[in-house]
């Protein structure tokens, strides 16, 4: 596909198309899908933690308090400031808070109370 | 007057990750006013309903989340009588001088059980721009944008929320409006000075400091809609809402800035007085508390901090 990369999650397989010049979190949210877990969209929050095993890419700018300049020298990036130059290999890489740990538990649907709210009031501290 | 003490929430200070998209969020969007951008890189904002000069503070930096929210009181002297009153509390007061934010008076300051610095100040000039006093038209320039008429209250994120609520009801002498018990004690808690459903709300959470959203006040439940057109026609990512809140009943959308800092619109919301009495939510109802209409929350809403 001419101007579109091939973004695969390393854990699964799954892929998408990302264009370039777009971030790749919001691609993948446009096309219906939750590989990655949403939350800000803005680089702040650090839900979209990711880490790229293969291809080029640039960033905008991410909050240091979630990339530290050593994370981002190991390819740790927020997939909401990702944007491809080439095919990506990511992996997940959340920092273990609530909303992550629940996508995951919940096999990416990302949504819903389990009835527990203590539980969701109180997300996990980040390790 | 009646209204003494602590009046209002004054003006919060915040981190954004780049000043120029910020500003284009804020004042194009939100439809705030750009004050001033001060030579140490802070811009200054306000509503067009407000009468001080600025409400808002942005300042760019590495990572999002909130520096300062403040409250105006009513005096010079309360800066004093509350200065012992914390002291006496147990949290350490220090002093901001006097211009450290343009007109803005001398502030003192102090760190929240819940990691988040609180300041007190008694002065701040008086907008050139702001409501009209005599014959007052209901607005000097056509509101645009989200037509934001100014900041409202904060939700902070933190430990220690039980004596968060301590501090503000016995100490700075808030009304405790709303909150969430369980048999452990409140892990939500809406706290206000003034006859408004909340001035500012905690929410329990093991780490201190954090930001969950600084709220804007709209006329209208119609008004609200219009934000969330906005919302949807310049790709603003949108969180939750339109929808409304069981606590304080108020109409709202949540959404975030372009650094990732949560911003609500919200319209209504009912009188508080101090001879009220709390309203309490239980842990197995908070869903309807939060969010009225889907009886349901979601972990975006509940983990999502700066």
Redesign the interface.
């Known amino acids: 596909m001419a101007g579109s990369f091939t973004v695969t999650i390393a854990d699964s397989g799954a892929n998408f198309h990302c264009p370039e010049d777009e971030r790749v979190l919001i691609s993948m949210e446009k096309q219906g899908l939750r590989l990655i877990p949403i939350g800000c969209r803005g680089g702040g929050c650090g839900t979209c933690r990711v880490k790229v095993t293969e291809g080029s890419y640039r960033t905008r700018k991410m909050s240091r308090a979630h990339v530290s300049e050593a994370d981002e020298q190991a390819g740790i990036v927020l997939a909401c400031r990702l944007i491809p130059e080439s095919d990506l290999v990511l992996g997940l890489a959340g920092e273990g808070n609530g909303v992550w740990n629940r996508a995951r538990e919940q096999g990416g649907k990302g949504h819903g109370v389990n009835g527990s709210i203590a539980c969701g009031i109180r997300p996990i501290p980040r390790a | 007057m009646a209204l003494t003490g602590v009046l209002r929430a004054g003006f919060v200070q915040f981190r954004v ?2 000043m120029d998209e910020a500003l284009a969020h804020y004042v194009d969007h939100i439809g705030l006013e750009l004050v001033e951008k001060a030579d140490d890189g802070r811009a200054y904002l306000k509503g067009y309903d407000e009468f001080d000069r600025h409400s808002i503070v942005l300042r760019e930096a ?4 909130v520096d300062v929210m403040a409250f105006k009181v009513g005096g010079a002297a309360d800066l004093d009588t509350f200065e012992k009153r914390i002291t006496d509390f147990g949290l350490a007061v220090d002093h901001v001088a006097a211009g450290e934010q343009p007109t803005v008076g001398r502030r003192i300051g102090f760190e929240l059980p819940s990691g988040h610095r609180i300041e007190l100040y008694a002065e701040m000039a008086r907008s050139d721009n702001g409501p009209i006093t005599e014959n007052p038209d209901i607005w000097r320039d056509d509101p645009h944008g989200m037509r934001a008429l100014g900041f409202d209250h904060c939700l902070l994120y933190g430990p220690n929320v039980a004596e968060v609520t301590r501090f503000f009801t016995e100490v700075l002498d808030f009304g405790l409006v709303e909150k969430v018990q ?1 048999p452990d004690g409140p ?2 808690v809406w706290l206000t000075s003034s006859t408004k459903s909340h001035e500012v709300a905690f ?5 201190p400091g954090k930001f969950h959203h600084v709220s804007f006040l709209l006329e209208s439940w119609n008004d609200v809609g219009h934000a969330a057109d906005i919302i949807s026609r310049y790709d603003i ?1 949108r969180d939750v809402g339109p929808t409304r809140h069981g606590i304080t009943r108020g109409q709202t959308i949540y959404f ?7 911003n609500e619109v919200f319209a209504g919301g009912y009188s508080y007085f101090p001879d009220h009495p709390t309203r309490v939510w239980t ?2 109802q ?2 309807k508390g939060i969010f009225y209409y889907e009886k ?5 809403f ?5």
């Not at chain 2, 929410?203 to 780490?207: G, K, R």
Request: proline share 11%.
């Open positions: 990750l780049e590495d990572a999002p989340g369980t892990i939500a929410v329990e959470h093991p780490e990512s975030f800035d372009p650094s990732g800092n949560r842990p197995d908070l869903g349901e929350l979601n972990d975006r509940l983990g999502v901090v700066t």
